[in-house]
């Protein structure tokens, strides 16, 4: 179940987790969240018993190496968490208005699927019924038929102990997870706020019902199943015939219980979506440490899955090859230090303000040059932020640096955007900006004035 990495917890993210609110078609309240930047990730929890913003606060390795690669959204599903707990709807068709509620809240086009264990079946329909918003699965000790796994010792015993909640939750915690007695009331507090008995149980009768097995064929897009062996040979036997029946899947067998070897689902992940991933190093005590005054550049190719889907993807690929080389020589002729890359955008850290604001506008006239001379056109949006950003293990993390890519994804093609600080440290320098005025970024609460800077001579 999903709130097992919760319990795990071992780094609290830099990275706020945004919490919203989206209404479904039948009038339902979902609550979600929020965080990271790169491609998006949409994280369908296991039912019942899930509490997004709580798993965040208590601290998830998992998470902060997720978000250091990816744009997460989470959401409490009907009748779990922060959202709506008297919905009377619980069947899959229901649900899955949960899942469209939210990510047309987000206006995504096109993202990244994330099954994790019950919430399998609806993943997997939802992917083949909308094959043009679904571009890769991920199936995270998921299953495609529920009913061959409520035979479990803690569905049976909350059959019987009905109107017996606490007992039931003495029994997950003592039972299921073997947590010592001075261990347990946190964890007892998690579940408790996860759902109530009445709901667990008119949770538990929907999910019985559950079965896309027919549906496993038409799964058409690349799918990654995650398998922990730890958890019971017919957990594996169950995967292994997914994998056999999806046509385009891959399978990693993971060794020990649900919540072991995060960095090797987030690694799998990245692979599936022919990029690699940026682990964060874990804290184990030490303090994170300030880097000094940094200026921030994030950037982000304009409309790439639609050029993928155009030119297909050897094609697609290539140009994302070639989008790299340009990047990478232009950052090192500026003095940029490459933080990590997202596929198909890059974050830089400069020592200099100038530098960076000149790195900005190189890239800008460089991918102009590339189109003009006739190759296939590569549009990139820039964001630009300073401050003194959280350095760890290599990567950078803090309000500056999320400030940069907000500010990026708030641009358009062949626009350079800037914050404040980023204008008031080049007074003089001679560049041109133009004031875009107060603007809401997501993720922060008071509006951000931002800056144009004009590069076309």
């Given at each position: 179940?999903s709130?097992?990495r919760?319990?795990a917890?071992?780094?609290?993210?830099?990275?706020e987790l945004?919490?919203?609110?989206a209404?479904?078609?039948?009038?339902?309240?979902?609550a979600f969240g929020?965080?990271?930047?790169?491609?998006?990730?949409?994280?369908?929890?296991?039912?019942p018993?899930?509490?997004?913003?709580?798993e965040?606060e208590?601290?998830n390795e998992?998470f902060?190496?997720?978000?250091a690669?990816?744009?997460?959204?989470q959401?409490d599903p009907r009748?779990?968490?922060?959202?709506d707990r008297d919905?009377?709807d619980?069947s899959?068709?229901?649900r899955?208005?949960d899942l469209?509620?939210?990510v047309?809240?987000?206006?995504l086009d096109q993202?990244v699927l994330h099954?994790i264990?019950?919430?399998?079946?609806?993943v997997?329909r939802?992917a083949v019924?909308?094959?043009d918003?679904?571009?890769h699965v991920?199936l995270?000790?998921s299953q495609?038929r529920i009913?061959?796994?409520?035979?479990?010792?803690q569905?049976r015993a909350l059959?019987?102990?009905?109107?017996?909640?606490?007992?039931f939750l003495?029994?997950?915690?003592?039972?299921?997870?073997?947590l010592?007695?001075?261990?347990a009331?946190p964890?007892k507090a998690f579940?408790?706020a996860t759902t109530t008995?009445?709901g667990?149980?008119r949770i538990?009768?929907?999910?019985?019902?559950?079965?896309?097995t027919?549906l496993?064929?038409?799964v058409?897009v690349?799918?990654l199943?995650?398998?922990?062996t730890g958890?019971?040979k017919?957990n594996?036997?169950?995967?292994k015939e997914?994998?056999?029946l999806?046509?385009n899947?891959?399978?990693?067998?993971l060794?020990?219980?649900a919540f072991d070897?995060?960095?090797r689902?987030v690694?799998?992940i990245?692979?599936?979506?022919g990029?690699?991933a940026?682990?964060?190093?874990?804290?184990?005590g030490h303090?994170?440490?300030r880097?000094?005054?940094?200026?921030?550049?994030?950037t982000d190719?304009?409309?790439h899955t639609?050029?993928?889907?155009r030119l297909?993807?050897?094609?697609?690929?290539?140009?994302?090859r070639?989008?790299?080389?340009v990047t990478?020589a232009?950052?090192?002729?500026?003095g940029?230090?490459?933080i990590?890359?997202?596929?198909?955008?890059?974050?830089a850290?400069?020592g200099s303000v100038?530098g960076a604001?000149e790195c900005?506008i190189?890239?800008?006239?460089?991918?102009?040059e590339?189109?003009?001379?006739?190759?296939?056109?590569i549009?990139i949006?820039?964001g630009?932020?300073?401050?003194?950003?959280i350095e760890e293990?290599?990567?950078l993390f803090?309000a500056?640096?999320?400030?940069?890519?907000?500010?990026?994804a708030?641009?358009?093609?062949?626009?350079?955007l800037?914050?404040?600080v980023?204008?008031?440290l080049?007074?003089?320098k001679?560049f041109?900006f133009a004031?875009r005025g107060?603007n809401?970024?997501?993720g922060?609460?008071?509006?951000?004035?931002?800056?144009?800077?004009g590069?076309?001579?």
């Amino acid at each position: 179940m999903s709130f097992r990495r919760a319990l795990a917890g071992a780094i609290i993210s830099g990275m706020e987790l945004r919490m919203q609110y989206a209404t479904t078609s039948d009038g339902v309240r979902i609550a979600f969240g929020t965080a990271g930047s790169g491609p998006w990730i949409i994280r369908v929890p296991s039912l019942p018993f899930t509490h997004s913003q709580m798993e965040w606060e208590q601290g998830n390795e998992f998470f902060d190496q997720l978000v250091a690669n990816f744009s997460m959204a989470q959401f409490d599903p009907r009748g779990t968490g922060l959202s709506d707990r008297d919905a009377l709807d619980l069947s899959m068709e229901a649900r899955m208005l949960d899942l469209e509620a939210v990510v047309d809240k987000l206006g995504l086009d096109q993202f990244v699927l994330h099954g994790i264990g019950w919430s399998g079946p609806m993943v997997i329909r939802y992917a083949v019924e909308h094959p043009d918003r679904v571009t890769h699965v991920v199936l995270d000790d998921s299953q495609a038929r529920i009913a061959d796994f409520m035979n479990i010792p803690q569905i049976r015993a909350l059959d019987q102990l009905t109107g017996e909640w606490e007992s039931f939750l003495d029994y997950m915690v003592f039972m299921v997870f073997g947590l010592p007695r001075d261990e347990a009331e946190p964890h007892k507090a998690f579940l408790r706020a996860t759902t109530t008995q009445a709901g667990a149980q008119r949770i538990f009768a929907a999910l019985r019902g559950d079965d896309v097995t027919d549906l496993l064929p038409l799964v058409k897009v690349p799918t990654l199943i995650v398998q922990h062996t730890g958890l019971s040979k017919q957990n594996v036997d169950h995967a292994k015939e997914m994998a056999a029946l999806i046509p385009n899947a891959r399978m990693i067998l993971l060794d020990g219980g649900a919540f072991d070897d995060n960095e090797r689902i987030v690694r799998g992940i990245a692979e599936l979506m022919g990029t690699f991933a940026v682990m964060p190093k874990a804290d184990h005590g030490h303090s994170h440490e300030r880097s000094g005054v940094r200026t921030i550049l994030f950037t982000d190719m304009v409309d790439h899955t639609t050029m993928m889907r155009r030119l297909g993807d050897n094609a697609g690929r290539e140009v994302l090859r070639e989008h790299e080389v340009v990047t990478r020589a232009v950052l090192k002729a500026n003095g940029g230090d490459e933080i990590k890359t997202m596929g198909d955008g890059f974050m830089a850290s400069f020592g200099s303000v100038t530098g960076a604001v000149e790195c900005a506008i190189a890239l800008q006239q460089a991918f102009e040059e590339r189109a003009t001379a006739g190759a296939e056109p590569i549009r990139i949006r820039i964001g630009l932020n300073a401050g003194e950003p959280i350095e760890e293990g290599g990567d950078l993390f803090g309000a500056t640096v999320i400030m940069a890519s907000r500010i990026a994804a708030h641009g358009a093609a062949g626009e350079i955007l800037a914050s404040d600080v980023v204008r008031a440290l080049c007074a003089g320098k001679g560049f041109l900006f133009a004031d875009r005025g107060e603007n809401v970024l997501r993720g922060f609460e008071d509006p951000v004035r931002v800056y144009e800077v004009g590069w076309r001579s």
